[in-house]
């Protein structure tokens, strides 16, 4: 078959297509209009991330099977019209993670010991080796926000400075935090006065957006040090600058910034922060491991084989799929709602499967699930083939039960979660013609509803009156409800669950009038 390379890829990738008997054309620089002209006679296109595989290319393809991005994220390819066409996108998420967990350690190097502010100043004729005393590492508290791939390596190497490892990630299990030798913390004003040095490796998420500010800057030693190769933004730029202007924050080390490329922002003029142009990937080893393994994964698309790396597809079986696959969307909802539900990291699930679905293999489902849960956990593309293998990394345990007796539905999948104290469950099933979703069951409650885009889940004392209150105070905010199911409990706890499908969000003003005015015990807003 033909494979297009639109931007310079290690030889030893090109070698293994043409090696494996395909034609491979390298063709750079190419103009939107160019690649558009060119994509049709091609199986196969792989780009790093200055191509821009859109809509339009991706349609002009007609005969394209794969598109490899050679490096971690797929923000340049249009993965819906790429799922649309039955196109693979698959991505090379591991290639950089050594490379990124150096340039950490690196930097950290640097603020500890100034060295790119002694380097410059010698280039500037002077010898002001006094000014430029430095910090040991040794015996040093380091916290590390996120201790997936990159945070575990920075972990494993920040162990060998003899550094105390301190660290916060919800999803990261007791036993994989013990095993990289960090204390875990579940408050992050908790850990925040104890660090000597803090580096992030977070997704950027809304959650972890501007994260780090002056409330928290102000909870830190003033002789702190912070480091960024994650993702820009995490740290918030303006309040940053001020910490470290007036030394609540002793230095900073940033690579990675939320509009790039940066040539000019607060942190530029100050001496004490060190800058760098997105360099976490920028080495020639992981070039080349990106080069070969998305030259791999585009073999094994060519070959109709599993892709690991696929962030839209995966390959199944005809009778499996067939079975379960009005199923999967609707556990993945399931999952993204157990994640909303959740205050903390969830640790185990157990998919319970009821009815004529259970005479299946339903592991596929315990995937779906994680793909939800995971979906608002991390900022790179989950799927059904990685789900799995981001649930081990993290350490949540999965669990599959079958009964195949019927209930009060031919079908149901039942979702529960262990997150922290919390014991969390949403059930479903598939009804119609159409394939309609329907959540029958939130924490054991039975309830029977079709849900939409933003959902307000409620849990309060069963007594007379409550419901209309709710619906003044959701009124009195001209928050329309759309449609609604209140849940009961056979086991008689005389609590009630109401979820409602509302037309817009609700505010967190109104949520604190929720609690005080109907006298709510638990409140979540979930969106889909």
Not at 40 to 63: K, M, N, W
Not at 98 to 114: G, P
Not at 346 to 356: L, Q, R
């Amino acid at each position: 078959m033909k494979v297009l390379v639109s931007e310079k890829l290690a030889d030893k990738g090109i070698e293994l297509l043409r090696e494996a008997g395909h034609e491979v054309d390298v063709k750079l620089e190419l103009s939107p209009e160019e690649l558009v002209e060119t994509i049709p006679d091609y199986e196969a296109l792989i780009v790093r991330s200055a191509t821009q595989a859109t809509r339009e290319v991706i349609e002009a393809g007609t005969q394209l099977k794969i598109i490899g991005r050679a490096g971690v994220g797929v923000d340049n390819v249009d993965v819906t019209a790429a799922t649309e066409r039955g196109v693979i996108v698959c991505n090379a998420p591991t290639s950089n993670v050594i490379s990124a967990a150096e340039q950490t350690m690196a930097l950290l190097l640097s603020c500890a010991r100034r060295t790119p502010q002694a380097n410059a100043s010698m280039k500037a004729g002077k010898w002001d080796r006094g000014k430029f005393t430095g910090n040991e590492m040794y015996e040093k508290t380091l916290a590390i926000f996120g201790l997936g791939r990159i945070g575990g390596l920075v972990a494993e190497r920040a162990k060998s400075f003899g550094m105390e490892l301190i660290g916060f990630d919800p999803y990261c299990s007791p036993e994989r935090a013990a095993h990289l030798g960090v204390t875990l913390y579940e408050d992050i004003n908790d850990i925040l006065p104890l660090a000597d040095f803090i580096t992030v490796h977070l997704p950027k998420t809304k959650e972890t957006i501007g994260m780090f500010s002056a409330p928290q800057f102000a909870k830190m030693k003033d002789t702190v040090y912070l480091v960024n190769t994650a993702r820009g933004g995490i740290y918030d730029v303006e309040a940053l600058a001020e910490a470290l202007r007036t030394g609540a924050v002793a230095g900073a080390a940033i690579d990675v910034y939320e509009k790039e490329p940066c040539t000019a922002s607060a942190l530029h003029e100050l001496d004490n922060c060190i800058l760098t142009p997105h360099l976490g990937a920028s080495t020639k080893e992981a070039q080349l491991r990106a080069g070969e393994q998305i030259a791999e994964y585009v073999l094994l698309g060519l070959e109709g084989k599993m892709v690991p790396t696929a962030v839209n597809v995966t390959l199944m079986s005809e009778d499996v799929m067939s079975a379960v696959a009005p199923y999967i969307e609707a556990c993945q909802t399931c999952g993204e709602i157990l994640a909303q539900l959740a205050d903390e990291g969830i640790s185990a699930i157990e998919v319970k499967v009821m009815g004529d679905l259970a005479e299946h293999d339903v592991s596929l489902l315990a995937t779906a699930a994680l793909r939800g849960i995971f979906s608002h956990a991390t900022d790179d593309p989950v799927n059904l083939v990685n789900a799995s293998y981001l649930a081990e990394q993290r350490g949540v345990k999965v669990s599959v039960v079958k009964d195949p007796l019927r209930y009060e539905y031919a079908s149901v999948v039942s979702i529960s979660a262990k997150a922290g104290t919390q014991d969390l469950e949403v059930g479903c099933t598939i009804s119609g013609p159409n394939n309609v979703m329907r959540i029958v069951s939130v924490f054991g409650y039975k309830l029977d509803l079709i849900p939409r885009n933003n959902i307000l889940v409620l849990r309060y004392e069963d007594t007379p009156g409550k419901l209309g209150r709710i619906g003044t105070v959701l009124g009195n905010a001209n928050i329309n409800i759309s449609t609604m199911e209140i849940g009961t409990n056979e086991a008689g706890t005389g609590e009630a669950v109401v979820l409602m499908n509302l037309d817009s969000p609700v505010p967190a003003e109104v949520y604190t009038e929720l609690c005080t005015v109907v006298g709510v015990c638990d409140s979540w807003a979930v969106k889909l």
